[in-house]
């Protein structure tokens, strides 16, 4: 037995268990998001190459990058596999032979071998016909069963639940859809909560929708590869539906008469904006560089946002909502206000391969 590669390896091999395992914990159990010592990369390298993919083929981008979140699952499992086998290889290889022997005494010492008794070793039941000696070795096999079999656990426990946030992400964005005419048009929305001009449930509904945006920021802030799950369907996107409720906020406070200052001045109005802007920050943040901040709108882009207030404003007539008596301060107050917020998801959406025009259909184009 060379005793100095016999160190040498079994350090190299429990450090790399070590920074594995160190990986599954801040990823799974610590769950917050920019924490993972590789997952994070993982998940951004994944994400390019599926996006230069889409590339080759526009007319199926949708398609393509939508099989982009459940490969990045399947990498980081695997990843995760991958490198607690090489850990525990490089822990037994100089020991094949000496304190791990098979019964026939015919113990070989390549590394094939040793990657496939250290793949054993990590599990409870598997056997590779070749056992512990010593006292040390039997504590290693121990050890090593307890981390496969911990790692193999959480890494079942975290795509039933990356699954299950996505479902409740997918579900709020249906809904906000088609709350908004199937055409992510926040003034229809307006006109569903507040018929004929009455808005008494108005505040459960958006309570509702803002208690499902902090859900998601959170879920997003637990499981991070969620971000990378991106649908052919545009009302499927976090930017489509969080423009959609940030609109709409805005077009409650700028738009609306006087008597309803009561909604204005509300918690529901204010959470629901405050919600959904939280959410845009938080993936921004994280995944798009350099940091989103708000910027003053050239002067087609205000032109823009000031008809569609002005259009806005037409449907809430047609529908019986009494509007402002000054549309034109409404229409400076909207752009203000909408100036906080359409940083983010301009730049959320080109980042996971949406058009502007398929999350904001109801701008005019500058």
């Known amino acids: ?167 409740a992400r997918n579900a709020l964005a249906l809904t906000t859809e088609l709350s908004a005419g199937e055409n992510g048009d926040a003034a229809v929305l307006i006109t569903g909560v507040g018929a004929r001009g009455r808005f008494d449930a108005a505040s459960r509904t958006l309570d509702q929708m803002s208690s499902q945006m902090i859900q998601m920021s959170e879920s997003h802030n637990l499981y991070p590869v969620l971000f990378y799950f991106r649908f052919p369907a545009p009302f499927y996107a976090i930017s489509r539906f969080t423009f959609v409720a940030l609109d709409a906020a805005s077009l409650l406070r700028t738009a609306l008469a006087p008597r309803y200052d009561w909604l204005k001045e509300s918690g529901s109005v204010q959470g629901l904006a405050r919600s959904a802007r939280r959410l845009l920050e938080t993936l921004t943040d994280n995944f798009i560089s350099p940091k989103v901040e708000p910027v003053a709108p050239d002067a087609p882009q205000r032109q823009a946002w000031r008809e569609r207030y002005h259009h806005a404003l037409e449907q809430f007539r047609k529908a019986g909502i009494e509007v402002r008596s000054d549309p034109e301060r409404g229409a400076e107050e909207y752009i203000a206000s909408r100036q906080d917020w359409d940083c983010f998801v301009r730049r959320l959406a080109p980042f996971m391969a949406y058009d502007i025009h398929e999350i904001d259909r109801v701008t005019p184009p500058c």
């Not at 998001?33 to 949708?62: D, E, M, N």
């Not at 037994?92 to 094939?112: A, K, M, P, Y």
């Not at 990657?115 to 070795?137: H, K, Q, R």
Request: proline share 2%; charged share 10%.
């Open 1 to 167: 037995m060379n005793s100095t590669a016999l160190i040498w390896q079994s350090i190299a091999g429990a450090a790399v268990m070590a920074v594995t395992v160190l990986d599954v914990f801040l990823t799974v159990l610590y769950a917050r998001i920019g924490f993972a010592v590789f997952s994070r990369r993982v998940g951004l390298a994944t994400w390019w190459c599926y996006r230069q993919l889409a590339k080759l083929s526009p007319r199926h981008r949708g398609r393509i990058l939508s099989f982009a979140g459940p490969t990045i699952l399947v990498t980081l499992v695997a990843g995760w596999a991958t490198a607690l086998s090489a850990g525990a290889a490089l822990i037994v290889h100089e020991r094949l032979g000496q304190s791990i022997v098979t019964q026939t005494g015919n113990s070989q010492q390549d590394w094939i071998t040793a990657l496939f008794v250290g793949n054993a070793s990590l599990s409870i039941v598997s056997s590779s016909g070749y056992a512990p000696s010593t006292p040390a070795t039997r504590l290693l096999y121990v050890a090593n069963s307890i981390i496969g079999a911990s790692v193999l656990s959480l890494s079942l426990t975290y795509l039933m639940q990356v699954y299950s946030a996505l479902n």
